[in-house]
């Protein structure tokens, strides 16, 4: 049975769980006093700041799920996401709108292959 991995445990949860060679992870603005291209930017750098921890990369992203609190934002990620993903990479992708945490204005669920072992 493969091993399952956890990095930056609390009661709670993971900071990323890592199982079969695929990284799972939840990435919010650390900075959330941030307009949503502020936050949006931040994420982006955190995600990047964890595909390198992890041993992986933009180009091996699988899935990403991004949470707004609102549509209007859209453009927005859409603009920046465009200039971050690699041509020739991009993951599956899904965008909806949602209540977060006050002040978040984007949340996003990350997952991406990494090597296993």
């Known amino acids: 049975m493969s091993e399952i991995r956890r990095y930056g445990t609390s009661r709670r949860w993971a900071d990323v769980v890592v199982h079969r060679g695929v990284a799972r992870w939840v990435e919010v603005a650390e900075d959330a006093s ?22 992986s990369d933009r180009t091996r992203l699988l899935e990403v799920l991004v949470f707004l609190t609102t549509g209007s934002d859209a453009e927005t990620l859409n603009e920046l996401w465009d200039a971050w993903v690699p041509a020739g990479h991009p993951p599956v992708r899904a965008m909806v709108q949602a209540g977060l945490s006050p002040g978040l204005k984007v949340e996003f669920v990350v997952t991406a292959a990494v090597q296993d072992g």
């Open 34 to 55: 941030r307009d949503a291209r502020g936050q949006i930017a931040q994420v982006l750098a955190q995600i990047d700041a964890t595909l390198e921890a992890i041993g």
